[in-house]
């Protein structure tokens, strides 16, 4: 990292470190150079959407419809950012039980990702947000994955030695966040900035824009920062009521524009460029909710579609039962039909039987014994990029 960059930053301040470096740590929030004038037309813009998300989530019959489906787009998207990849169709077989395959350990981290995002979300009904909530969904996101991934990296456990950010040695990083003992300090600062009583001025979707920089900028863990800092923004918006249901994930948006997400960050260090990074999150935000609606719109559609298949196939209560089940999960078998359904492997055989003659249902081609079936057109819609529609 580069001494003369950061030197006078009104952002941070320098520290010594290993091999005779220097590290960036960041001021407590808030900053006092915050000026949000030129921002309001942008934070109504965004609170106008978001309050467009939440009167679409009023509507939905299941909450899961949306949920889930964007859990597993946002597992994929932002595992991906960070070198880990693997395809909608494995994460669904594998959360359905399928054998595991070649590349699979990839596949596992991202499922981990997904179970630490909704374990987080539900620990909220008990505990507020806070370091607990962090190092609980670290441990999750990093737990049993492949040794080069996460084993050395204590999950659920702070650094112990320097981190570094943009290359393969500590002399050519671009970044050097705080050594361990100043990260601890920082991140429970972090702590007490978003659980404070006197919320001051600064609107909550301002402030998800302030904590993931600052929790970035911290990079408390060894590995999986990035991850956890995306899972923060969702938290906080919804322990803030910002969001009514777990529904707006932005790593789909910051995947596309990656190299602006990570300058923006970069700016505010640098320079305490707090201005252009807070209207980029805002627009972020804006782009997700697009992006978010138009999704609910597609599931919502699909389901009335559904339904209205089922109609020329069979009039059984329980296919509607176990088309609300595929919004929750997308590939299933007969077994976990029976289930379900709680009645016996030949009833459910032919309810499946009856979805695959009404295009819902597919069996997936690789597996064998018991046999899997997909929703293929959910599964398209989990896939489908956000597109911006303004």
Request: net charge neutral; glycine share 6%.
């Amino acid at each position: 990292m580069k001494h003369a960059d950061f030197v006078g930053s009104p952002s941070g301040r320098l520290a010594s470190t290993v091999q005779g470096q220097w590290a960036f740590v960041p001021h407590a929030l808030p900053p006092s150079e915050l000026d949000l004038t030129s921002l309001m037309g942008a934070i109504a813009h965004a609170s106008q959407l978001l309050g467009e998300l939440n009167g679409i989530s009023r509507t939905l019959p299941d909450p899961y419809l949306l949920i889930r489906p964007l859990q597993v787009r946002e597992a994929l998207t932002s595992s991906s950012m960070e070198g880990t990849y693997t395809t909608v169709n494995d994460l669904l077989l594998l959360e359905a039980g399928a054998p595991e395959r070649g590349g699979t350990s990839d596949t596992r981290e991202v499922q981990n990702y997904r179970r630490a995002l909704s374990a987080a979300i539900r620990s909220l009904e008990d505990v507020p947000l806070s370091l607990r909530t962090l190092r609980d969904a670290h441990r999750r996101l990093l737990s049993g994955v492949a040794r080069h991934r996460g084993a050395v990296a204590a999950p659920g456990e702070l650094k112990r030695s320097q981190n570094f950010i943009g290359a393969y040695t500590i002399e050519d990083a671009r970044y050097v966040p705080p050594p361990p003992m100043e990260a601890q300090a920082a991140l429970e600062a972090l702590e007490v900035y978003i659980q404070r009583e006197d919320r001051g001025l600064i609107p909550d979707i301002v402030d998800a824009a302030l904590i993931h920089y600052q929790f970035e900028a911290i990079h408390p863990f060894s590995d999986g920062n990035g991850r956890v800092g995306r899972m923060l923004i969702t938290l906080h918006l919804f322990m803030r009521q910002v969001i009514r249901l777990p529904i707006l994930y932005l790593s789909p948006v910051f995947e596309r524009r990656k190299d602006e997400y990570i300058d923006r960050m970069y700016d505010v260090s640098r320079h305490g460029n707090w201005t252009a990074w807070i209207a980029f999150f805002l627009d972020v935000v804006v782009e997700a909710s697009e992006a978010t609606i138009g999704t609910a719109d597609a599931l919502l559609a699909l389901q009335a579609d559904y339904r209205a298949r089922i109609r020329e196939v069979g009039r059984s209560a329980n296919l509607v039962t176990i088309l609300d089940l595929l919004f929750r999960r997308q590939v299933v078998t007969i077994p976990r039909i029976a289930e379900h359904l709680k009645v016996k492997y030949r009833s459910a055989q032919l309810n499946v039987e009856a979805l695959v003659r009404a295009g819902i249902l597919e069996e997936v081609a690789e597996t064998a014994n018991p046999k899997f079936f997909i929703a293929r057109e959910i599964r398209d819609i989990i896939d489908r990029a956000p597109v911006r529609t303004s």
